[in-house]
């Protein structure tokens, strides 16, 4: 390309430069926009999640609760409650059983 | 002409400049008035609603929890379509129609409660509906996924998220978390624009609190303090578990009894008794005038005394066994304790003299209060100084003295776990940095008594389960017991003297005797029929204490036939597969008659079917029978009888 060539196409250039660094400008704050929405999105999910799991939580806390293992242990197992006598380790680091 | 160009452009030049220069000025110079603009156009402020922390048990189990509901309220001034709104709110909140459409239609109101704590998905449903006039308040929940458990020092939560008793009083400043607020940028919709993420992420919600509670033991007991309330016909009971060595509290719990009676009682029955009330504990406070005598080197656990063939004459007034039969002439210091002599007590509690039986009792932690970390605590009455010689005779077998269920709980700590008295806590930590319990940050335990001098009352504690002392009741099979019972003269509530016919049952020990683990403490008020300690509280105890036990990983220490279940591969095998049957056949039901549940279902669940029981005890009959097939069959059924 000859130096002439070069001193006329330098305007265009110019120009072709100050607008592709609005363009980037107007880019990157939209794209600052539609990261904002999917945070906001995210953190909404985030927090949904948090809540159901915390449900989720007291469900099983309720569901194993002593009192419901034992009542079923006793109707539905037909297991009763351990006798006198009936203390046994069978592990333990103390263990004086042979095992 | 070119002159013409220059001013035009000058003139041009000139408006731009002034117009950058206001730009610059609006944008760039500070402006208060200007800023108050942008942000209230510009601008959304976002609250951030904190969840109350949870209490957990020592073994991670909820024992309460906060979960997001959802309120919703109407603008009736703005709502649309109420009827159509209120037929479809009734629909899916299963209201009225009547009572709905009242609170929706026209009016100049602009706030109506519709329903209170909806779920996430009812509040997505009932937006999706697109309403004008109907909207949501985010609110919280308390939850106590184990229902009535733990609930006298648990508390309670206000509606409006502030502890108001028990726990969540005490440690609300933790548990309540903190609002946060969040200046965001918001679009011309109004939806907030950039959001960094962490404002959802670093949620300023209260801190987890973990107990020392053992949520399987404070179950057992209190279901064990529920029988025994039924089954006597008592006002109630308490009881405490601590952990020997670290007076933790492992379990706490006081029922009241004929629940739903009497508004009174119901009332009562929230109240943390074992450390808001106190009474008169009865014959558990002998061990203390003995461990008294035995620290100022007075008296040996074999050091005799005189017990006057169980009559003691006072001034005017005569001390007496507790039972008209025991009429003991000599007895040693052990076997006062072991047989609960007031007669012999009485004689050491003199021999001691008043001012060291009441530093004695001071010392074990009697009158003062024990700084537990739970709300409401009394200090219990232990009379100043001088007192008359019949005062510190019934001072002595625990009258005209008071003390709450976890003072006597933790004086018995003290002689279990090597003379330290220490002090009791209940939450054991909190989910913050370098948290230590404020009752414990400056607290030094105090020692009450020597190694040598708790090995001692150890001995003569084990002598009242031993056969022939008042606790034999209270024996664990396989565990040494140390331990004293308690019958107590309960106390008038209007006037003065003693309640007739009224006593309070007691009994406070520790095990096992050589490695002591937990100290356990029960009392039943007012039991009818049978009323003594030995025959009311220490079964009680053996009850709670043999369950405790089971679930620590110490295995027993006295061996014997009783208490050995023999293990699976121990039982001879024709027992436990019958004979002629290869049990191991693939597709065919092994046989498993002889067998426990347990063992049976170790065995048929790799089958995969459903499992039929009936009757209890060993396995007696399995359908299909022992070598059938089992690919066709849906279920297995099995008979299980008694041996």
């Known amino acids: 390309m000859s130096r002439k060539t070069v001193r006329e196409i330098r305007p265009f250039v110019s120009v072709f430069i100050i607008i592709l660094a609005l363009f980037s400008v107007v880019f990157v704050k939209m794209e600052v926009r539609r990261v904002g929405y999917s945070v906001l999105k995210q953190g909404r999910m985030y927090k949904r999640l948090t809540d159901k799991n915390r449900k989720l939580v007291t469900k099983y806390a309720r569901i194993t609760r002593s009192s419901r293992v034992n009542q079923l242990a006793m109707t539905k197992l037909t297991l009763t409650r351990a006798k006198r006598g009936q203390v046994i380790q069978m592990y333990g680091t103390k263990i004086a059983l042979r095992q | ?643």
């Open chain 2, 1 to 643: 002409m070119k002159s013409r160009i220059v001013l035009v452009f000058s003139l041009f030049l000139i408006a731009w400049l002034v117009l950058i220069g206001r730009s610059l000025y609006l944008q760039v110079l500070p402006n208060e008035k200007l800023g108050q603009l942008e942000d209230r156009q510009f601008s959304q402020k976002i609250s951030i609603e904190s969840h109350r922390g949870s209490v957990f048990d020592r073994n991670g189990k909820e024992l309460a929890v906060t979960v997001s509901t959802y309120s919703l309220f109407a603008d009736p001034k703005i709502m649309e379509s109420p009827r159509k709104a209120a037929k479809q709110l009734a629909h899916e909140l299963r209201l009225s129609y009547a009572k709905l459409y009242k609170l929706v239609k026209p009016s100049d109101k602009r706030f109506v409660w519709i329903q209170r704590h909806l779920s996430f998905e009812q509040k997505e449903k009932i937006q999706a509906w697109g309403y004008r006039g109907l909207a949501f308040v985010e609110e919280s929940k308390r939850i106590y996924p184990n229902e009535g458990l733990l609930k006298t020092s648990l508390g309670v939560v206000g509606r409006n998220g502030k502890g108001l008793e028990g726990i969540e009083l005490l440690y609300d400043k933790y548990l309540k978390g903190s609002k946060k607020e969040v200046r965001v940028q918001r679009d011309a919709r109004g939806r907030p624009l950039v959001v960094d993420a962490r404002h959802f992420i670093d949620q300023p919600d209260g801190k987890d609190i973990y107990l020392t509670i053992d949520g399987e033991i404070q179950y057992f007991l209190e279901s064990e303090l529920r029988r025994v309330v039924d089954e006597y016909s008592a006002a109630g009971a308490m009881g405490v578990v601590l952990d020997a060595q670290t007076s933790e509290i492992l379990s706490i719990a006081n029922v009241e009894g004929g629940i739903g009676e009497d508004a009174t009682r119901v009332q009562a029955s929230n109240r943390n008794k074992t450390v808001t009330d106190f009474f008169e504990p009865g014959s558990t406070i002998k061990p203390f005038i003995a461990a008294g005598a035995i620290r100022e080197g007075l008296a040996l656990p074999n050091t005799e005394y005189d017990c006057g063939g169980g009559k003691l004459k006072i001034g005017r007034r005569v001390i007496r066994e507790a039972d008209a039969s025991h009429g003991f002439d000599k007895l040693t210091l052990a076997e006062i304790i072991a047989h609960s002599s007031n007669v012999g007590i009485t004689k050491v509690s003199f021999q001691l003299g008043q001012k060291r039986v009441r530093s004695t009792l001071r010392d074990f932690g009697f009158g003062e209060s024990s700084g537990v970390d739970l709300p409401g605590e009394v200090e219990g009455i232990l009379h100043s100084l001088p007192w008359k010689a019949h005062q510190l005779s019934n001072i002595s077998f625990g009258h005209a003295m008071t003390s709450t269920a976890l003072q006597i709980a933790n004086a018995y700590a003290a002689i279990a776990n090597g003379g330290l008295l220490r002090r009791p806590f209940i939450v054991k930590s909190v989910t913050e940095e370098n948290w230590v319990n404020p009752v414990l940050r400056n607290y030094k335990p105090r020692r009450v008594l020597t190694e040598e001098q708790s090995k001692m009352m150890k001995l003569i504690l084990s002598g009242v389960t031993s056969r022939g002392g008042t606790g034999y009741s209270a024996r664990v099979n396989g565990y040494p017991v140390a331990g004293k019972t308690g019958t107590a003269q309960k106390v008038k509530t209007d006037g003065r003297g003693y309640k007739k016919g009224a006593y309070l049952s007691s009994f406070a020990g520790f095990i096992p005797v050589n490695e002591p683990r937990y100290v356990i403490y029960v009392m039943v008020d007012e039991p009818q029929g049978e009323y003594y300690g030995a025959t009311v509280a220490a079964p009680l105890f053996s009850s709670i204490a043999q369950f405790a036990m089971r679930k620590s990983d110490l295995a027993p220490v006295l061996i014997s036939k009783e208490n050995v279940v023999k293990k699976l591969s121990e039982v001879s095998p024709k027992k436990r597969f019958g004979e002629g049957v290869n049990h191991s056949a693939k597709g065919h039901l092994p046989n498993v008659l002889g067998m426990s549940l347990r063992e049976a279902m170790h065995i048929l669940m790799p089958f995969e079917k459903k499992i039929k029981i009936a009757g209890k005890g060993r396995v007696v009959r399995s359908w299909p029978d022992p070598g059938d097939s089992v690919e066709k069959v849906k279920q297995i059924r099995l008979k299980l009888e008694v041996e």
